[in-house]
């Protein structure tokens, strides 16, 4: 038996609702921008991938107009941070809708270090940071989508494995499932990638 959902004349919340709690894992953009009049901001996007490799840039979605979005738009500049386990409390509250004069960091006493080529701080727990400078902003529907063009990366040498590369079991990721469940890791195996087929 299967049960069938018709998102064209769904509730729009009802929608993000069955979306979120179908794509999961969905990894975690601690994303802190520093306004044009200098007041530092970090907040958590969900809705996060690569989008290109060469050159490199990443991208996050922005559901509504959020201080991040602005302030990316008025300054050009922000820094994905890794969010990893220990500190899922941190990135959860920093979720919260603080006034735009407030600083997470601050608020939440979230140590910070500063970035090497941009103006934003980045979290200094965690384990990767990404410095972005804005490739491009997308609007679509209700959302936001950000594209940065990875200029300098940071890593926790702790999650570094032998062969200079990041070390999933390592970097611990959090990451969201539906409603208000969390992913605290996963199983990982490894698998080799098929050899290619023989030619006919």
Same mark, same amino acid.
């Given at each position: 038996?299967?049960?069938?959902?018709?998102?064209?004349?769904?509730?729009?919340?009802?929608?993000? !609702?069955? %979306?979120?709690?179908? *794509?999961?894992?969905?990894?975690? +953009?601690?994303? @802190?921008?520093? $306004?044009?009049?200098?007041?530092?901001?970090?907040?958590?996007?969900?809705?996060?991938?690569?989008?290109?490799?060469?050159?490199?840039?990443?991208?996050?979605?922005?559901?509504?107009?959020?201080?991040?979005?602005?302030?990316?738009?008025?300054?050009?500049?922000?820094?994905?941070?890794?969010?990893? !386990?220990? %500190?899922?409390?941190? *990135?959860?509250?920093?979720?919260? +809708?603080?006034? @735009?004069?407030? $600083?997470?960091?601050?608020?939440?006493?979230?140590?910070?270090?500063?970035?090497?080529?941009?103006?934003?701080?980045?979290?200094?727990?965690?384990?990767?940071?990404?410095?972005?400078?804005?490739?491009?902003?997308?609007?679509?529907?209700?959302?936001?989508?950000?594209?940065?063009?990875?200029?300098?990366?940071?890593?926790?040498?702790? *999650?570094?494995?032998?062969?200079?590369?990041?070390? @999933?079991?390592?970097?611990?990721?959090?990451?969201?499932?539906?409603?208000?469940?969390?992913?605290?890791?996963?199983?990982?195996?490894?698998?080799?990638?098929?050899?290619?087929?023989?030619?006919?």
């Amino acid at each position: 038996m299967r049960t069938h959902f018709d998102t064209t004349v769904m509730d729009a919340d009802r929608v993000y !609702q069955l %979306l979120t709690s179908a *794509v999961v894992p969905r990894p975690i +953009a601690w994303v @802190s921008t520093r $306004s044009a009049d200098g007041v530092d901001n970090l907040a958590p996007y969900s809705f996060f991938t690569i989008a290109s490799t060469n050159p490199p840039i990443v991208q996050f979605t922005s559901v509504g107009r959020k201080d991040s979005v602005r302030n990316v738009r008025e300054t050009g500049e922000f820094v994905v941070n890794f969010a990893s !386990q220990p %500190l899922i409390d941190q *990135v959860n509250n920093s979720s919260a +809708a603080f006034d @735009s004069a407030v $600083s997470e960091f601050t608020e939440l006493d979230i140590r910070v270090a500063p970035s090497v080529k941009v103006a934003p701080l980045r979290v200094k727990e965690a384990p990767i940071s990404l410095e972005c400078v804005l490739e491009q902003i997308v609007e679509i529907g209700d959302s936001v989508i950000v594209f940065g063009r990875v200029v300098f990366a940071t890593a926790n040498s702790s *999650v570094l494995d032998d062969d200079g590369l990041p070390d @999933s079991r390592a970097i611990a990721p959090l990451s969201r499932f539906g409603r208000t469940e969390w992913g605290l890791g996963a199983e990982i195996r490894d698998v080799a990638r098929p050899s290619p087929p023989p030619t006919r």
